[in-house]
C-alpha cells in the first residue's frame, strides 16, 4: 500500500492576517508540488476562515484545537463544527502544548478527535514523550497510554475521512529545541506505533500515515522520510517561512512511503 506523505505546519499562536495573504502568494508563485504530497496548514484560530479563503486548492487548512464538547459556554473554545464552517479540513488532537500547558488527558484528546470526526473533519492525533520518559525506557509505554483511548477513532477515520487514519508522533524533547529524533529513533517509534494499529485491526496501521514532528528542517527532513514507517511531517518553527516551508515540501514530494501494493 502506497501512502501519500503529508508536509503540516503547525504555526501556533504565530502570524498575523498580512502574513497569511502573503504566505498564501508565496505558495501560488512557486506552484504546486509536481508529486503526490498533502499539504496542511495550521493557522491560529482567529485567522482560520481568512487562511481558508487564501490558500490554494493544493494546500487544505485545520484547527489547531477543537473542543470535545458540541457547544457550550465554553469562552475562548472553538467547536469543531464551527472550524469546519470556517474551512478546516482537518483539526489537530493532543498536541504536546495542548497536554502540558492546558492539561489534557488522554481521554480528553480521544473525545475531541471522535468530535473532530464527527464532523467530518481529519483528526491528526499527537504522541509523544518527554525527555525524562524515554531516559526511563518509558517511551513505548506512554505511547501505548496516549493511544489506547483513541484506537476507535483512528479505525473510524481510516474509513470516514478523505485524510484516513493519521497520528504524529512529537517527542517532547524535540519540540523547539533544535534536537531531532535521529532517523533510527525515529523509525524505531514509527515501527512501534504502526504495529499497535494492526494489532488493534489487521490493515489499520498499514493504512494509517505517520508523521514526526519535533525540529523538523529542510536539512534533517529527506533522511527522516526515508524511513519505510515515517510517512510526513507535522512542522512548526521552519513552517513558519514559507520559503522554509516550500522548500521542504519539494524535498517530500514523491517520497510517499509503504510497501509497494
Same mark, same amino acid.
Given at each position: 500500500m502506497k501512502r501519500t506523505p503529508i508536509v503540516a505546519g503547525n504555526w501556533k499562536m504565530n502570524?498575523?492576517? @498580512? %502574513?497569511?495573504v502573503a504566505y498564501a502568494e508565496a505558495l501560488a508563485a512557486a506552484?504546486?508540488?509536481?508529486? %503526490?504530497? %498533502?499539504i496542511v496548514l495550521f493557522p491560529t484560530p482567529v485567522y482560520l476562515a481568512a487562511a481558508a479563503r487564501a490558500m490554494l486548492e493544493w494546500a487544505s487548512v485545520g484547527a489547531q484545537d477543537v473542543h470535545a464538547e458540541e457547544k457550550g459556554a465554553y469562552t475562548g473554545d472553538v467547536a469543531a463544527a464551527q472550524a469546519r464552517d470556517a474551512g478546516a479540513a482537518w483539526a489537530l488532537a493532543g498536541h504536546s502544548e495542548r497536554r502540558q500547558y492546558h492539561g489534557e488527558s488522554n481521554v480528553e484528546v480521544a473525545?475531541?478527535?471522535e468530535r473532530t470526526l464527527?464532523?467530518?473533519l481529519t483528526p491528526v492525533v499527537c504522541v509523544g514523550e518527554t525527555?525524562?520518559?524515554r531516559q526511563q525506557g518509558e517511551t513505548e509505554a506512554i505511547l501505548d497510554a496516549q493511544l489506547a483511548p483513541v484506537l476507535a477513532v483512528l479505525d473510524a477515520a481510516d474509513g470516514d475521512?478523505? *485524510? *484516513?487514519a493519521v497520528l504524529a508522533y512529537e517527542p517532547v524533547w524535540a519540540i523547539g529545541t533544535g534536537l531531532s529524533a535521529s532517523p533510527e529513533i525515529a523509525a524505531a517509534v514509527h515501527s512501534h506505533l504502526r504495529r499497535a494499529l494492526n494489532d488493534y485491526r489487521s490493515g489499520l496501521g498499514d493504512a494509517a500515515r505517520i508523521l514526526y514532528g519535533g525540529s523538523v528542517n529542510a536539512d534533517n527532513c529527506v533522511d527522516?522520510?526515508?524511513r519505510p514507517d515515517i510517512d510526513g511531517?507535522?512542522?512548526?518553527?521552519? @513552517?513558519? %517561512?514559507?520559503?522554509s516551508f516550500l522548500r521542504i515540501i519539494r524535498l517530500c514530494a514523491g517520497s510517499g512511503s509503504g510497501p509497494a501494493p
Open positions: 502570524l498575523l492576517g @498580512s %502574513d497569511v506552484g504546486p508540488p509536481e508529486t %503526490d504530497v %498533502d473525545r475531541k478527535a464527527g464532523v467530518g525527555l525524562e520518559q475521512t478523505e *485524510g *484516513g527522516l522520510l526515508g511531517f507535522l512542522i512548526g518553527g521552519a @513552517s513558519l %517561512d514559507p520559503a
